[in-house]
């Protein structure tokens, strides 16, 4: 213990007036004598026993009475266990993602509270102190030294972000900001969730500064929020069936039982389902999409998971209206089957030329070519289609009558490739209902599905993974993946070699074929932490920007590629829900943006746990406050040292009163 200012205690001195009256009070008794004086005599010995312990106790009740006050105004002190930095400068990070919506107290969240920590930080160093508030934002402000004042304002400002930071993100800008000054002392208040902390280890903290870490500690941990959607189908495909399903995920320690999950397309409830999700464990639901949806349709999935609701509703762009475009190269002029399948003009933009009046450019605008009985590739064609396979595109080859092997291998780069003798037709052995090719294609894995048959009149070798096969494991239909996809079938598209494209399979298998090869497909969602997205957009001229219009109007760095328009996502100026697209006065898309599912896993780092993680070291303490005032006081006790004086006040007036008491009641 220590004193702020000990020239007080030279009042100590005036201990000694009590003493002194006590030692020099002269007051003198008369002696009165009787005959028998043994009884009296004793008496007396008695009562002045009892006078001299009623003075010595007020002459104590005096002298501490004096010491205390005298103390409380010397001020004492129990010295500061930390040693703060002497040029007060202080960095503050406070987290304002959105999980900090949980609650750390009765009806109050973790950013409240943050808040309120903050404000306490603020009123307990001195006036010259200079504060740096930083959040998930990185917002201008941070950029420079605010006074306590301004950081009051500053704070009326924090709002919730989408956006999550990592720790060595955080500890990189306060670096940056940093370079050339000194500035040693970093309040960190955070949930400090072990999804998005990001990695942990020696090299992570910065020995130059002190850490003070701040955790707010949930008072209920358990979360239910969607992991993921998809549609049945490949691609959304106007007035047709299509499914929705969506995958829930339990983050807490207990089973949620019946939990009520509606599906909402354009503003009109669609759908509800009941789901119950085990312990830490996932469930499924499925929502069948209603027909006769066309254009651009906003679908949105929510539920009831109180207290935790930042992530209870889910966004899709459902897109009715994207086609893909089909490009067949043939021989003939007669309809092939390829045309049947593709002639969906509400699914496919389907083009088909002869080889001798083809256009090359249109390559570069196709996501799927068809390369249908040419039995020849000359120079410039097979340049072409492999500049097109290189560069992404998807490539279905059906041989001609007479196939080129040199030609076809130049093309392919399949080194085994050879013409072979045509045998009689005989039935295709099942597909593999595991390859991901026919994922969601078959309602029902049933060998009772009536097969095609086939021969072949080209080979390439064995190929275990071929979509389709005969029975004798030889391929019939492989893919090749080659930066892009080569497809090849064994034998051309005619009666006398297939009675495939009369099948079942054929549609189902073209489909896919043309799905796989599609090019910067609008997803049904993107994530706020997507780095940036790619649209094909159609008939783009002039130099006007293209603009995401949703709660805030955004423009977005981009750049034009072709028939793409590739956006950088500004991150922290986004939030979820939809965005349309729009160029000049026109709306060209619809984008439905989601949250990180990172951020509603809300399992902890405590703050021992990451001080372990990076080295336990010396420079990292931890504070394990429940409240404001315990958080003030704690840094008070560490930073400031604890006052004594108010426990020095208390105590003398304690004294006082005892001194009256012993003379009012003291016989």
């Known amino acids: 213990m220590s004193f702020l200012y000990p020239a007080f205690l030279w009042a100590l001195t005036a201990l000694s007036i009590p003493v002194i009256i006590h030692l020099f009070n002269f007051r003198k008794t008369k002696r009165i004598y009787f005959s028998t004086t043994r009884f009296l005599q004793r008496v007396q010995e008695a009562t002045t026993a009892k006078r001299k312990l009623k003075q010595y106790l007020i002459l104590a009740s005096r002298i501490l009475f004096l010491m205390f006050l005298v103390f409380a105004f010397a001020q004492p002190i129990i010295p500061a266990s930390e040693q703060f930095s002497s040029n007060r400068n202080i960095s503050i990070y406070l987290d304002n993602s959105l999980s900090m919506t949980v609650p750390v107290g009765e009806k109050i969240s973790a950013l409240d509270a943050g808040i309120g920590y903050v404000k306490k930080i603020v009123d307990v160093f001195p006036p010259d102190t200079r504060y740096r508030l930083l959040t998930n934002d990185f917002a201008p402000y941070s950029n420079s030294y605010k006074t306590k004042s301004e950081i009051t304002d500053l704070l009326t400002q924090v709002r919730l972000s989408p956006v999550s930071r990592s720790l060595p993100e955080i500890k990189e800008r306060i670096h940056n900001l940093s370079r050339g000054e000194t500035d040693g ?19 992570v903290y910065d020995s130059t500064q002190r850490w003070h870490l701040v955790p707010l500690t949930y008072q209920n941990n358990t979360n239910i929020f969607i992991d993921t959607a998809y549609l049945e189908n490949p691609f959304v495909v106007g007035g047709e069936k299509n499914t929705l399903h969506i995958r829930l995920r339990n983050d807490g320690n ?45 679908a949105t999935v929510s539920f009831n998971d109180y207290p935790v609701s930042f992530d209870n509703e889910f966004y899709l762009a459902l897109n009715f209206s994207e086609k893909i475009r089909v490009l067949e190269i ?3 002029n007669d309809i092939s089957p390829a045309e049947r399948v593709f002639g969906n003009r509400q699914v496919f933009a389907f083009r088909s030329y002869t080889v001798s009046n083809f256009n090359y450019s249109l390559l570069n605008e196709s996501d799927l070519v068809v390369v249908n009985g040419i039995d020849r590739f000359d120079a410039s064609l097979s340049a072409a289609l492999r500049s097109f396979v290189d560069g992404g595109g998807a490539l279905f080859v059906i041989p001609g009558l007479e196939p080129d092997a040199s030609s076809y291998k130049s093309l392919l780069r399949i080194a085994t490739l050879n013409p072979v003798k045509t045998t009689p037709l005989t039935e295709l052995d099942y597909p593999d209902f595991s390859n991901p090719f026919f994922e969601n294609v078959f309602e029902e894995r049933s060998a009772r599905l009536a097969m095609p048959q086939a021969t072949r009149n080209i080979d390439w070798g064995l190929d275990r993974s071929a979509i389709l096969k005969f029975k004798n494991e030889q391929p019939y239909l492989s893919v090749f993946n080659q930066q892009g996809k080569i497809y090849l079938l064994a034998a051309p598209l005619q009666n006398e070699f297939t009675t495939l494209h009369n099948s079942a399979l054929f549609v189902p298998i ?11 497909e609008v997803k049904p969602y993107y994530l706020l932490n997507d780095p940036f997205i790619a649209l094909r957009i159609d008939s783009i001229s002039g130099e006007q920007p293209m603009k995401l219009v949703g709660e805030q109007e955004i423009v977005p760095a981009q750049r034009k590629l072709a028939d793409q328009v590739v956006m950088d996502l500004p991150r922290f100026s986004m939030n979820s829900g939809f965005y349309k697209v729009v160029h000049e006065s026109d709306t060209v898309g619809l984008l439905a943006f989601n ?28 504070f394990e406050a429940n409240s404001e005032e315990a958080f003030s006081n704690e840094i008070k006790a560490r930073y400031l040292g604890k006052p004594l004086w108010k426990h020095a006040l208390i105590l ?5 009163l005892a001194e009256i008491l012993l003379i009012r009641f003291l016989k």
Not at 510 to 520: C, I, L, Q
Not at 600 to 611: N, V
Not at 652 to 656: D, I, P, T, V, Y
């Open 185 to 203: 002392e970093v309040f960190w208040i955070s949930d400090f969730q072990q999804s998005t902390t990001g990695s942990l280890n020696a090299s």
């Open 254 to 298: 207990k089973p949620v039982e019946q939990l009520l999950v509606k599906l909402s397309v354009n503003g009109i409830q669609t759908g509800t389902a009941s789901v119950t999700i085990a312990a830490k464990g996932m469930a499924e639901s499925a929502f069948d999409l209603t027909t006769g949806l066309s254009g651009v349709s906003r």
């Open 330 to 332: 043939k021989n003939t």
């Open 510 to 520: 073209m489909y896919r074929m043309a799905a796989s090869g599609k090019k910067s």
């Open 595 to 622: 949250l990180n599912k990172y951020e509603s896993l809300l399992g902890q780092h405590s703050g021992e746990a990451i001080k372990q993680q990076l080295g336990n070291p010396a420079g990292i303490s931890i």
């Open 652 to 656: 003398a007036l304690c004294f006082l």
